[in-house]
């Protein structure tokens, strides 16, 4: 099925072809390629703002993942009953914020593409409130 990468900031270049490309990858090695995926691409003040309404943190982050099916068990996949249920939901990255946090020996594309897959596995149902989780 699709992936939408939208991009609604201004402040960092985003490469969206590579971007894709690794994005599908992943989701082809996870075996989700079946299934819609959103990424969008925000600034620092609005990701802050998706982070304090839906977490109520008022700072900037990283990422934020929205899915479609709640309730997933830690890898487990969704059981769609009708077409339209192909999805797995959104991902926000905080480009800006990611872009800040790199180190100077880090590829800011490869952070970006480890930054989704992180949200991907969130869709998945994968969670880290603690040590054992983060490790799973």
Sequence with gaps: MSLVIRNL????????V???TK????????????????????DNKNIQ???????EKD??????SFPFHENLKAGEFPQPDFPDDYNLGDIFLG?????QQCKEDEDYND?????ATHGLCHLLGFTHGTEAEWQK
């Design 111 to 115: 952070i970006l593409t480890v930054t």
């Design 18 to 20: 590579p971007l894709r």
């Design 95 to 99: 480009v800006e914020y990611i872009f």
């Design 23 to 42: 994005i599908e990858i992943v989701r082809s090695i996870l075996g989700v390629q079946k299934f819609d995926l959103g990424i969008i691409c925000v």
């Design 9 to 16: 900031q201004r402040v960092i270049p985003i490469r969206r």
């Design 59 to 64: 700072i900037p982050t990283d990422v934020l």
């Design 49 to 55: 703002h998706l982070n304090r309404i839906y977490r």
